[in-house]
């Protein structure tokens, strides 16, 4: 069963498309104090607009904003928690999803059931139930996640939607490795192949502890200066770096990179209006900090 919602394909010519959409980007301010966003609207807004050959085209990246939705939804179901409204009500994800994850039942029949649906057209969800009972809700995230990730790599069919994609799996990887040195895991770290880093290289990295060639490939990555070797300051520079690699993908008027680049800048927007409304008047001197702009 797809992830995404089923719903025809509009017949709005790309260049219109495109055209509505740069208008929508420029009324975007990132930076405004009282911004107000509907990520999930706004993901849907675009996708029903798609015609056949941009939904084809674009499938990947839905498909991966759509298991982010599905994964928050299991990560609250699993903790024996309501989802917010807002996960729920996520209008990419078709609705056969949510119920499947929602409905009542032990965890581990829940996880088997999951596995079950997504196995036929998502193959790298086999061995999920499996996962749950040797790692837990942890693993099971983590398969997803990871495995959306690939299975979106090996079907781009345009370079901006693979150079994204490879970005993620680079990103994914150098923060895992920072986390589990933070954390003082000795476990081998999980990395994924298809980024721009070979795997082996950063299990050397890992190997030696060599925490100064891992922050030389961050910034190589994000192409600016990392504050620090910490998880945070390492996340927060390549999440600049792909808001860097988004804009230049944008500055083809008629190029899929306008699209790609709205619903990061709408991803963006949201972060940073959630963490505004988290922190006090007495931290607003951290904003600069932790807001993507």
Not at 29 to 40: F, G, I, W
Not at 59 to 80: I, W
Not at 189 to 212: E, F, K, M, N, V
């Amino acid at each position: 069963m797809k992830l995404l919602t089923p719903t025809q394909p509009a017949e709005l010519p790309a260049e219109a498309l495109l055209a509505r959409l740069r208008c929508r980007r420029a009324a975007l301010d990132l930076s405004a104090t009282h911004a107000t966003v509907a990520a999930a609207e706004a993901f849907s807004w675009v996708y029903q607009r798609l015609n056949r050959r941009l939904r084809r085209r674009l499938e990947p990246f839905f498909d991966l904003l759509a298991m982010r939705s599905l994964v928050l939804t299991l990560r609250y179901t699993l903790a024996g928690e309501a989802p917010p409204t807002a996960v729920v009500r996520s209008t990419l994800l078709a609705e056969a999803w949510q119920d499947l994850v929602t409905e009542p039942g032990e965890t581990e029949t829940k996880v088997a059931r999951l596995e079950a649906a997504l196995a036929p057209d998502y193959s790298f969800a086999v061995g999920l139930a499996r996962t749950y009972r040797s790692q837990g809700p942890g693993g099971v995230e983590q398969q997803l996640a990871d495995g959306i990730l690939q299975h979106g790599l090996t079907r781009a069919g345009n370079e901006i939607l693979k150079i994204t994609l490879r970005y993620l799996i680079d990103m994914r990887n150098c923060l895992m490795i920072g986390k589990l040195w933070h954390w003082q895991v000795s476990q081998v770290p999980p990395l994924i192949a298809g980024g721009t880093i070979a795997t082996a290289s950063l299990q050397r990295i890992w190997a030696a502890r060599d925490s100064d060639r891992l922050t030389r490939i961050v910034v190589k990555l994000a192409r600016e200066p990392v504050a620090s070797s910490k998880p945070v300051a390492m996340e927060q520079c390549l999440l600049n770096g792909l808001t860097r690699l988004m804009r230049h993908a944008g500055r083809d008027p008629l190029g899929m990179g306008v699209i790609i680049e709205y619903l990061w800048r709408i991803q963006l927007a949201e972060h940073n209006q959630v963490l505004r409304q988290a922190l006090t008047v007495e931290r607003s001197e951290l904003l600069e900090e932790v807001l993507l702009i």
